[in-house]
């Protein structure tokens, strides 16, 4: 058996979280990490929210945003539901 390729493979088979629950989690992350610097520093900050939510709808209408071409091609994340 082969060593996994890099640190995120092998939390990915260690964990087994599908493709939407990453992207669901690292959404949920930049959404929240957002409202906290537009509240902190500057409400420019709420752009980051923005561009979450419509990196959320284009996977939604698409099937794919660019977090999830990343996840997929560099850390082989299966998906839970096939296309």
């Not at 890099?6 to 930049?30: H, I, K, S």
């Not at 284009?58 to 945003?65: E, I, K, N, W």
Request: net charge positive; hydrophobic share 60%.
């Amino acid at each position: 058996m082969s060593a996994p390729a890099c640190p995120a493979d092998a939390v990915a088979r260690r964990t087994g979280w599908p493709l939407e629950r990453v992207l669901f989690a690292m959404a949920g992350t930049m959404t929240v990490l957002a409202a906290v610097l537009a509240l902190a520093v500057s409400e420019w900050f709420v752009l980051l929210a923005a561009f979450v939510g419509l990196n959320q709808w284009l996977f939604v209408a698409v099937g794919d945003c660019p977090a999830s071409l990343i996840l997929t091609r560099v850390f082989r994340l299966p998906r839970s539901v096939p296309r």
